[in-house]
């Protein structure tokens, strides 16, 4: 009867616990597939088995966040890194991740853009930097494809169709609504 209890006990596992283990499992093996392609710098990849991970609904690591952040950033999608070094830092306190933070923070603004596909974002500058200009054009190729961006841009001027808005660091802009078109000036 000893030797029957474990057994019992083991057919009585809730289906719930279950689930977790295989949750845990398919973590386990995300995270290790997100360690390899960071390794090896494949952004791409890993944005593809971080996305996977958050799907696995076990806590991810600080460097499963980390990774994450990176991989956003080198598609330019700054709202996405943000969002990831401050679950990195909700981890654990890191030098490294509160000065990204704060570099973001003091150099880009959030914006709500929405006009119809097809529009064509515009900086009235377009950033020197390489990872800003990167933003720009990660916003302005997500308006197209979608008609709509919310997200972080790098302070400055912008221009949607004859609409134009002011993106402040640290700041919220407003909703941005354009058309999209821009009109043509007569001659003459």
Known sequence: M?????FLLLLAVSPLAQAKDVDRAEYVRLAGEIRGLADR???SGVERA????LETEHPLSFRDHMSGAHAA????D??????RLFEAHQIEED?????WLWSIDNDYGKVSVVSKRGAELEAAKMPFDPARAKAVRYAAQTLCETGEY????PAGAYQVGEVVFVVTAGVEAPLVSATGKRRRKRAG
């Open 2 to 6: 000893q030797l029957l209890l474990p």
């Open 41 to 43: 710098q494949a952004w």
């Open 50 to 53: 971080y996305q996977a991970a």
């Open 73 to 76: 950033s080198a598609s330019g």
């Open 78 to 83: 700054v709202a996405a890194v943000r969002e």
């Open 95 to 99: 030098r490294k991740v509160v000065e």
């Open 150 to 153: 919310a997200g972080m841009l």
